[in-house]
């Protein structure tokens, strides 16, 4: 996959691309991450990029000369092209799977009161990483980039991926590692076990709970299993007898 960044901001990429996973799959060539200086693409001998709002008010917005200027120098017939707004839709997990097969996916990052409208003509779709505003949308596709390329394949181990939070529906169970005991609070006797039904049994309960009282949005069209709903019940009647 090839992930090209429009931004004004290309220093903020530098501890992104070059550490951990992202490094990583990069030096195994999973992905290539290029920075394009929207800057750079200006046509004014001052290198402005925004302008003052017609209409009045505060703030300055994007220019469409240089930002379109910049998508075409990297944009090819492979690209999807996604802005990120506050307006957008929110990305999600679900999201990030539908990007896995894109071959150039190009992330534009807004910054000051946002960019010309008639940009928006331009792009494939709006997204947002949430109800909040940010500063620009350079933390914005830093964070769509990393979900996106920890799914491709031989990104990271495979399993890895199965129960993780939002991947089946539900949060993920809690882990623990060593020591077995820490200031009194004791890893849960099961997972010391060894018996692998029982492990799985107590993680896929603790992942219906987890889920249940943090985010009972994700349950709500849940089409549970037999074991999923005894487990739902018996967690339930567990919450109700500790009177939460
Ligand atoms: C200060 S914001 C502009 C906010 C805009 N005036 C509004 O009210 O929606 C500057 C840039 O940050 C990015 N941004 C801000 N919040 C975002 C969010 N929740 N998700 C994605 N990008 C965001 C966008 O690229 C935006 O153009």
Do not use: W
């Amino acid at each position: 996959m090839r992930i090209s960044i429009l931004t004004l901001f290309p220093e903020m990429f530098d501890g992104f691309i070059n550490t951990s996973i992202i490094a990583r799959a990069i030096k195994q060539e999973k992905v290539t991450i290029e920075c394009i200086n929207i800057r750079d693409f200006t046509l004014d001998k001052h290198n402005h990029v925004d302008d003052t709002p017609f209409g009045g008010g505060r703030g300055m917005v994007m220019m469409c000369q240089p930002v379109l200027d910049a998508l075409q120098s990297v944009r090819t017939s492979d690209s999807k092209v996604y802005l990120l707004a506050a307006a957008g839709e929110t990305f999600n997990q679900k999201k990030a799977r539908s990007f896995v097969n894109v071959k150039h996916l190009i992330l534009i990052c807004g910054h000051y009161e946002g960019l010309d409208a008639r940009i928006y003509d331009e792009v494939d779709g709006l997204i947002s990483i949430g109800d909040y505003i940010l500063t620009g949308g350079e933390l914005a596709s830093m964070i769509i980039a990393d979900a996106v390329i920890r799914l491709l394949e031989g990104v990271i181990v495979e399993e890895s991926h199965l129960d993780e939070s939002f991947e089946n529906g539900l949060l993920e169970y809690p882990h623990y590692t060593k020591p077995v005991e820490y200031n009194g609070k004791k890893v849960p006797d099961v997972l010391l076990s060894g018996h692998h039904e029982n492990i799985r049994k107590y993680r896929l309960k603790e992942s219906l709970r987890n889920t249940y009282i943090n985010r009972p949005d994700l349950l709500s069209n849940r089409e549970y299993t037999k074991e999923e709903y005894k487990l739902l019940d018996e967690i339930k009647d567990e919450i109700k007898s500790k009177g939460e």
